[in-house]
Nanobody
Framework: QVQLVESGGGLVQAGGSLRLSCAAS????????MGWFRQAPGKEREFVAAISWSGTSTYYADSVKGRFTISRDNAKNMVYLQMNSLKPEDTAVYYCSAAKGATRLEVEYDYWGRGTQVTVSS
């Protein structure tokens, strides 16, 4: 079992930045492909970014490419999402997740945090 706890969300003006953190416990995350998803009000949860087990490969949704950066520190059992140039449409609850295999598909992630709210004002 892996427990995931997100932090770092908040209210920010458009154009601003936030850094989300995901603290893992229970097992080392080095054996997991890690992802971030988000869910806006009235919408389905969607893929944001993912990172390979060693951190050498990263993957992004087109909507955040060039603005968001995912990273991981396996020694600290942490995953991060640096979000720059934030837009009002980035407003959502952001979730950290862990999967055994490389995937962007929500259904293939085994473990989820409870999420952290990000609100971007215009």
């Amino acid at each position: 079992q892996v427990q995931l706890v997100e932090s770092g969300g908040g209210l920010v003006q458009a154009g601003g930045s936030l850094r989300l953190s995901c603290a893992a416990s229970g097992r080392t995350i080095s054996s997991y492909f890690m992802g971030w998803f988000r869910q806006a009000p009235g919408k389905e949860r969607e893929f944001v970014a993912a990172i390979s087990w060693s951190g050498t490969s990263t993957y992004y949704a087109d909507s955040v490419k060039g603005r968001f950066t995912i990273s991981r520190d396996n020694a600290k059992n942490m995953v991060y999402l640096q979000m720059n140039s934030l837009k009002p449409e980035d407003t959502a609850v952001y979730y950290c997740s862990a999967a055994k295999g490389a995937t962007r598909l929500e259904v293939e992630y085994d473990y989820w945090g409870r999420g952290t709210q990000v609100t971007v004002s215009s």
